[in-house]
């Protein structure tokens, strides 16, 4: 009976926490805060919802992403990761760079939003 009593126990702390790893928490150390492009990438938003900043998101080079079978996909972490149609953003791309918004959790990786690079 003690031992139930402990597994249930563990299940009660480690639930809430698998349940919130799908929530991206931001992490805007200030290194762009005099950036002009702050505001505009405060305000990006895909159909998940918004990207965050800057700071959450970073640059993806060439290699590591394309465009297959009519869809974009990004390698992060060594894998091929298939981007969801409501992560794009379909926006002009004011950074130029090709970026990624990832949402690692214990169920593995998914893409918040996803800016492919402009066309310049």
Same mark, same amino acid.
């Given at each position: 009976?003690? !031992?139930? =009593? @402990?597994?249930? #126990? *563990?299940? @009660?702390?480690?639930?809430?926490?698998?349940?919130?790893?799908?929530?991206? @928490?931001?992490?805007?150390?200030? %290194?762009?805060?005099? *950036?002009?492009? =702050?505001?505009?990438?405060? $305000? @990006? %938003?895909?159909?998940?919802?918004?990207?965050?900043?800057?700071?959450?998101?970073?640059?993806?080079?060439?290699?590591?992403? &394309? $465009?297959?079978?009519? %869809?974009? !996909?990004? %390698?992060?972490?060594?894998?091929?990761? &298939?981007?969801?149609?409501?992560?794009?953003?379909?926006?002009?791309? !004011?950074?130029?760079?090709?970026?990624?918004?990832?949402?690692?959790?214990?169920?593995?990786?998914?893409? #918040?939003?996803?800016?492919?690079? $402009?066309?310049?």
């Amino acid at each position: 009976m003690d !031992r139930l =009593k @402990l597994s249930l #126990r *563990s299940a @009660l702390l480690v639930v809430p926490l698998v349940l919130c790893g799908g929530h991206a @928490l931001g992490r805007d150390d200030g %290194r762009y805060a005099n *950036s002009p492009l =702050k505001p505009w990438f405060d $305000s @990006l %938003r895909s159909q998940l919802g918004p990207c965050c900043s800057d700071a959450d998101g970073f640059a993806v080079a060439d290699p590591d992403w &394309e $465009s297959y079978n009519g %869809r974009y !996909r990004v %390698r992060l972490d060594g894998q091929w990761i &298939e981007v969801p149609d409501e992560a794009v953003i379909t926006e002009p791309n !004011r950074a130029g760079r090709t970026m990624v918004w990832p949402v690692k959790t214990a169920f593995g990786i998914s893409i #918040r939003c996803f800016m492919p690079g $402009s066309m310049i």
